[in-house]
């Protein structure tokens, strides 16, 4: 953890944070918009009894699993180099408050190999906790306390009743997807006709026995070549969920259990109390910080208000209007590299383009699976779709 800086100096460093990264702050903004709808087809796999992918879906959503402890192994390759501690800056996270702020740890689960422990009995208790080489973060929800502890800097987190279960607790810890049932859920939440669903064979997950359900873009232009999922034959929870993109290659997301055990996890796995000497941050002491909290927050963070999207299914493009001090145009035009640290600027030139059309100028970052469009007129268009579909977006806007 860097040390502590003044909170001028801070608020600075973030807002050159917000400048050089608001390409990537966007990269998940087109998740939400890909659209999904079953189709029928056969396992043909002697092993188990044959299964539609209708069937195979309604399986997952009706799974009553909620009682699950395991460890996941979850690799993400989005072709960026690891974010690190400026993850906080796209969150708009505070820096100096805690090591132990979920809103800046779970981001880094963006890039990287992580190997994650993972525990849950019904709604009020769950455990995530991301383990280190020699240290272990983890999140803790037990009824009305939530806590997180960075073992590494022995600081904690701690927010209860309301703020840990509330609208203010899922602001500061942020949801981001972690186990094969989150990012499935969030690729079958959507639908729409742009989706092939086939079954295609059958796996062995963690030592258990799973149907794997196939998913695939109908649409030309997605950069997604197809997701898998394989589920649990006996529960329907998801068991392994695998991103790959239509331009080849390893996954750009492949997260799965190595173990897995269905039976309920032990009430002290929810305990966490913590150690003399253990800096802890109190959720209730934030809200006389949170108006100054606000005004050094990364106006990149903030710029993912009013979001119009364009088209449907699999090409959908986010488009959103950043403020007007954010150096989005700096960033489109190359004018704002002279205030700009070298690394960031070598950065951001081995992703971006020049390209041009109907919507004026702009820049074009890459990554394996979204690319984003940062126009010289501040304007963002993001989507997981080829760079010619992005720029005919822009153009259509």
Do not use: C
């Amino acid at each position: 953890m860097a040390p502590y800086e003044s909170e001028d100096s801070q608020g600075a460093g973030r807002r050159k944070v917000a400048r050089y990264a608001v390409p990537v702050a966007v990269v998940g903004v087109a998740a939400a918009t890909i659209g999904l709808v079953p189709a029928l087809a056969d396992s043909g796999d002697p092993d188990l009894p044959q299964i539609t992918a209708q069937q195979l879906i309604e399986k997952i959503a009706t799974s009553d699993t909620e009682q699950l402890s395991g460890t996941v192994k979850i690799h993400t390759d989005l072709g960026l180099p690891s974010l690190g501690g400026a993850a906080s800056g796209l969150t708009g996270g505070d820096a100096g408050s805690s090591s132990a702020d979920p809103q800046a740890k779970l981001t880094e689960l963006a890039s990287g190999t992580h190997t994650l422990r993972v525990a849950a009995d019904g709604q009020d208790r769950q455990k995530l906790s991301i383990l280190g080489d020699a240290s272990e973060y983890s999140l803790i929800h037990n009824g009305t306390d939530m806590w997180a502890y960075d073992s590494k800097s022995d600081e904690a987190y701690h927010a209860k009743g309301a703020q840990a279960s509330g609208d203010r607790a899922k602001k500061q810890s942020p949801e981001v997807p972690a186990t094969p049932k989150q990012l499935t859920d969030e690729i079958l939440k959507a639908s729409g006709d742009s989706t092939s669903f086939t079954v295609d064979g059958t796996a062995q997950v963690a030592g258990r026995d799973a149907y794997r359900l196939q998913i695939k873009p109908k649409q030309s232009g997605s950069t997604v070549g197809a997701v898998t999922v394989s589920v649990d034959a006996k529960t329907g929870t998801p068991l392994k969920f695998t991103l790959t993109p239509a331009s080849g290659g390893a996954a750009v997301v492949d997260a799965g259990f190595t173990k897995v055990d269905f039976g309920r996890p032990a009430a002290s796995t929810f305990d966490f109390k913590p150690s003399k000497g253990t800096k802890v941050t109190e959720a209730d002491k934030l809200p006389a910080q949170g108006k100054d909290r606000a005004e050094k927050a990364p106006k990149g963070a903030a710029a993912l208000d009013g979001l119009n999207v364009i088209g449907k299914g699999w090409t959908s493009v986010a488009e959103l209007k950043l403020p007007g001090d954010s150096g989005a145009a700096g960033l489109a035009s190359g004018s704002a590299s002279g205030d700009m640290p070298a690394d960031a600027q070598k950065f951001l030139d081995s992703l971006g383009s020049k390209v041009t059309g109907k919507f004026g100028s702009g820049t074009v970052y890459s990554t394996r699976l979204v690319n984003v469009l940062i126009t010289q007129d501040g304007k963002v268009y993001a989507g997981a779709v080829t760079k010619d579909a992005l720029v005919k977006a822009a153009d259509a806007a």
